[in-house]
T-cell receptor
Framework: DQQVKQNSPSLSVQEGRISILNCDYT??????FLWYKKYPAEGPTFLIS?????DKNEDGRFTVFLNKSAKHLSLHIVPSQPGDSAVYFC??????????FGTGTRLQVFP | EAGVTQFPSHSVIEKGQTVTLRCDPI?????LYWYRRVMGKEIKFLLH????????ESGMPNNRFLAERTGGTYSTLKVQPAELEDSGVYFC????????????FGPGTRLTVT
């Protein structure tokens, strides 16, 4: 039973536009959420996170939104750049170091 | 500062053989984690070391998998005997502080069992 779901396996966005990646979760005990970015042949790299007590966290071009009532979070990238092309993983934790990941969304940013 | 390193980068073995994966965490990181990603699926937690002690091994799939971290530095993950379903990418990650959700991942070891 998958607790973190990324239902869009891929997303294609034009450079300069907004990229929106979505993630749903089922476990109401999750108290921390993270987004990781992964390039081919590399390990995932931490991108941005949000605590369950917040509904928004912003870091430069990246903003994560959390909707606890809907058990949904999203990552917004504005403006999108070709270097953002990668696989993005949503992850969650329930007050432990154990991260529960989704299956990833492949983002392609084209010129 | 060197990142998390993993060896080998690729391994191809036959069913029934033994393979040992190695992970060197970032220097000074007491917390070390192993994860696995089977083709196209989610990255799954296997276990968590704090120094040389296993803090959480709830994700270890079965007793064919043995993880060690002698001396609290590098870690090994041994699969014996390997089965076809063990194929995937094995990631190691480390963090300095327990409870820090920001984990630093290595490049992974791609294991193929034929």
């Amino acid at each position: 039973d998958q607790q973190v779901k990324q239902n869009s396996p891929s997303l294609s966005v034009q450079e300069g536009r907004i990229s929106i990646l979505n993630c749903d979760y089922t476990n109401s005990m999750f108290d921390y959420f993270l987004w990781y970015k992964k390039y081919p042949a590399e390990g995932p790299t931490f991108l941005i996170s949000i605590s369950s007590i917040k509904d928004k966290n912003e870091d430069g071009r990246f903003t994560v939104f959390l909707n606890k009532s809907a058990k949904h979070l999203s990552l917004h990238i504005v403006p999108s750049q070709p270097g953002d092309s990668a696989v993005y993983f949503c992850a969650a934790s329930a007050n432990t170091d154990k991260l529960i990941f989704g299956t990833g969304t492949r983002l392609q940013v084209f010129p | 500062e060197a990142g998390v390193t993993q060896f080998p980068s690729h391994s191809v073995i036959e069913k029934g053989q033994t393979v040992t994966l190695r992970c060197d965490p970032i220097s000074g990181h007491d917390n070390l984690y192993w994860y696995r990603r089977v083709m196209g699926k989610e990255i799954k937690f296997l276990l968590h070391f704090v120094k040389e002690s296993k803090q959480d091994e709830s994700g270890m799939p079965n007793n064919r998998f043995l993880a060690e971290r002698t001396g609290g530095t590098y870690s090994t993950l041994k699969v014996q005997p390997a089965e076809l379903e063990d194929s995937g990418v094995y990631f190691c990650a480390s963090s300095q502080v327990q409870g820090s959700y920001e984990q630093y991942f290595g490049p992974g070891t791609r294991l193929t069992v034929t």
